[in-house]
């Protein structure tokens, strides 16, 4: 493991108790989010980097449901939030970097609030198309910086503390996806530009 995981680990696991709470700002956002992605009860779907289980909230309860997460802490409040749903959910603790699941193993693959945390974004992604089916669709919710211009005066004073606590905010989304298959749509704000929700799909050959 590297010590960014390592790191990633450690912190996750302090702020399980707290997450919910301090995440719940961004609720609005996800929601949005997942209604973009449009999941069917038929999907095949997983959390990736899933947390404390809050996308659960606004996924179908017939579509099976696969969540991994590097901190077992969190892997443990997703089984728990499950539980309260009475919903079944495939749980695993891993590495987003090397996913443990077959090739085309999903119809819809979540990554909220991970890209801006993970040491390698492009691998992440990469192994997210290798695990989406041909047809699938990406949900991406997180905090971007612009690609079209350098990150503003705030988001470079604040990014050293803020990827110690909790996630780096100068990372552009285009370069994660650039050496994938994948095409994103039209990006929506929220929190003032802060972050953002879009959909990549698999862009289809002629």
């Known amino acids: 493991m590297t010590p960014t995981n390592r790191w990633n680990r450690t912190r996750y696991r302090l702020y399980a108790p707290i997450y919910d709470i301090v995440a719940r700002p961004l609720e609005r956002g996800r929601r ?5 992605l449009d999941p069917r009860p038929s999907d095949r779907i997983l959390l990736v980097g899933c947390g404390t289980g809050m996308d659960l909230d606004y996924l179908p309860e017939e579509a099976a449901v696969t969540a991994v997460d590097l901190t077992p802490t969190m892997v443990r409040r997703t089984e728990a939030r499950a539980e309260a749903l009475d919903r079944t959910v495939g749980l695993a603790v891993g590495d987003a970097h090397t ?27 990469e192994e997210t198309t290798r695990v989406l089916s041909p047809d699938g669709r990406v949900s991406i919710y997180d905090k971007f910086a ?18 110690l606590l909790f996630a780096d ?9 650039a050496g994938t298959p994948l095409d994103v749509a039209r990006r929506e704000s929220f929190l003032g530009g802060l972050y953002t929700a879009t959909v990549a799909r698999p862009s289809v050959e002629e």
Request: proline share 14%.
């Open 169 to 177: 905010l100068n990372r552009p989304l285009e370069p994660m996806v």
């Open 32 to 36: 949005r989010a997942i209604a973009r």
């Open 99 to 125: 996913l443990p699941f077959e090739d085309d193993a999903f119809d819809a693959v979540l990554l909220h609030l991970v890209l801006s945390v993970v040491p390698d974004p492009e691998a992440v992604v």
């Open 146 to 163: 612009p690609a079209d211009a350098d990150p503003s005066l705030a988001r470079r004073v604040a990014n050293p503390v803020a990827r």
